[in-house]
């Protein structure tokens, strides 16, 4: 009787997937597979002796007190000197995120009705029409209060206005979550690339709040999108050198004052994805806090391409011909993204992916250098190594890229997906709208690892592992509680204006 079409393939494809299984377990578990036999054959021939035959065999080793006692003085101090150098954990004891208020939500019609007569020229209306058709991003997205009025109102008065809305909310969302108390932040770091007045948003903070006047605090301008990232890094090596610490960090991206006024097309597109957001993360490394946190860091890698000319200029803020300042995106900035990120995998695919998917990385290389050049780079299955991918929500092509390169299920980049549509490019903070996303949906679980992987300019790539200490439930409050029954959505590729 002949086989049913395709049965074949499905057969081959079938038994490839068992043959890759066992070749994982068998890699991943060699040590154990080999040291098992090992103490098994070791205890069966000294269950053989008899009490006796063990005491001769004791005695025969010759051993008195003096060896004994440095023997375990060695042990000992081994000991010590090995938990005194390793790194302090840091914990991620909760974070919250900025919720705009729905009367700052501006519907794709509102927009362009602005657009339209705030810059009165066609081609422009036109460009930003198309790009906000394609971009992912729904109508619910928000902009400040200065950006309502025509012409919008970029004033250091409104700036600071939004500033202080949206980091306050987000602090105090946290403050009310966790219990915590001015005088218990010990760190303090900021991050807001284009907003950076004078005084710092930092010092705006410890006057808000009444912070101590021995906080070490910090505020990172100019670093991108991916500063967050940047700031978290800060928070932890601050945190490895104070014990018994907690650390505030907080993200943002201010946009009332970097509306660009413009016609030019490389600098329009900010206009048509940047919308306001913050989030508020408390970390510590103090050891009391394990039982009530959330997550425990892992890693922070960081890669820069700031050497080569193009990366540099690929993100770049300045006037066009008619003395408006914005930010243009270079025609290459997904190519010079894909390259920051495969450096940036090269460093942390050592650091998580299983044994198993390291070697045959390294045995497609040597055979790429020594056999045949032809021969096509293997890309890690970083899906064994993270159950949760939280990628920068910079825009659908970002998203796209992404899911390409690390052969990503739609799943795995839902939370990015969803978050570009529900809130649009919140620049820093989205890695966070990205994993309320998850809790939200109840999929954070004990032991789960998180990859955040965020792009910014300079152009850099930066990216966070986190691991799950306890099974999150869903919360009632936070960014997602009154819509996240309606994702996910189906986001058309293009939506039609």
């Known amino acids: 009787m002949p086989s049913a079409p395709g ?7 079938v038994k490839l997937k068992y043959v890759k299984l066992g070749y994982q377990y068998l890699v991943n578990h060699f040590l154990t597979l080999l040291l098992v036999p090992v103490m098994a054959a070791t205890a069966l021939e000294l269950a053989r002796l008899g009490p006796g035959e063990i005491l001769t065999l004791w005695r025969s080793l010759d051993l008195d007190l003096v060896h004994i006692l440095c023997s375990a003085f060695l042990v000992v101090f081994v000991g010590t000197v090995y938990v005194m150098s390793r790194p302090r954990p840091v914990y991620l004891v909760d974070y919250c995120c900025y919720k705009p208020s729905p009367s700052f ?29 394609r971009s992912g991003l729904g109508e619910e997205t928000c902009l400040p209060p200065a950006n309502h009025y025509i012409p919008p109102n970029p004033s250091m008065e409104a700036s600071r206005a939004e500033a202080q809305l949206v980091i306050f909310n987000a602090i105090d969302d946290l403050v009310r979550r966790t219990g915590l108390k001015p005088k218990d932040i010990d760190i303090l770091v900021v991050n807001c690339s284009l907003f950076s007045p004078t005084p710092s948003l930092s010092a705006m903070i410890i006057n808000r709040y ?22 978290l890094d800060l928070a932890r090596d601050m ?17 009332t004052p970097n509306f660009y006024k413009g016609s030019r097309r490389d600098m329009l597109l900010p206009n048509c994805l940047f919308r306001m957001g913050a989030a508020a993360i408390l970390l510590s490394n103090r050891r009391r806090e394990a039982k009530r946190a959330k997550y425990r860091l892992l890693h922070v890698v960081r890669t820069h391409k700031g050497a080569d000319d193009r990366a540099y200029r690929c993100v770049y ?34 650091l998580v992916l299983p044994m198993s998917e390291q070697l045959l990385f390294f045995f497609r290389l040597v055979g790429r250098k020594v056999i045949n050049k032809r021969w096509k780079p293997y890309i890690p299955d970083f899906k064994l190594a993270f159950e949760h991918f939280c990628i920068h929500a910079g825009g659908r092509a970002v998203i796209d890229e992404l899911q390409k390169n690390l052969e990503l299920s739609s799943r795995h980049v839902e939370a990015s997906r969803m978050t570009l549509h529900r809130f649009g490019n919140t620049s820093s903070s989205s890695l966070w709208y990205e994993l309320a996303y998850i809790e939200a949906k109840g999929r954070m679980r004990r032991g789960d690892r998180v990859w955040q992987i965020g792009f910014g300019s300079g152009f850099k790539c930066n990216s966070a592992v986190w691991k799950c200490l306890r099974t999150v439930k869903t919360p009632t409050d936070g960014p997602w509680d009154d819509c996240i029954h309606r994702y996910p959505v189906e986001v058309p590729e293009v939506v039609k204006l």
Not at 7 to 13: L, R, V, Y
């Open 317 to 350: 803020e300045e006037e066009d011909d008619e003395g408006h300042s914005g930010i243009s995106l270079s025609k290459e900035l997904m190519a010079i993204a894909g390259e920051a990120l495969k450096s940036n995998i090269t460093t942390m695919g050592p």
């Open 7 to 13: 049965s074949g393939s499905f057969s081959g494809s």
């Open 210 to 231: 009444k912070l101590r006047s021995n906080i070490r605090s910090f505020n990172l301008s100019g670093m991108g999108c991916s500063a967050g990232l940047i700031s």
């Open 239 to 255: 945190l490895q050198v104070h014990p018994n610490s907690n650390a505030l960090v907080i993200s943002t991206e201010i946009i």
């Open 105 to 133: 939500r501006v519907p794709f019609t509102t927009f362009m009705e602005h657009i339209k007569l705030i810059a009165n020229n066609e081609k422009s209306l036109r460009f930003q029409t198309r790009i906000l058709e």
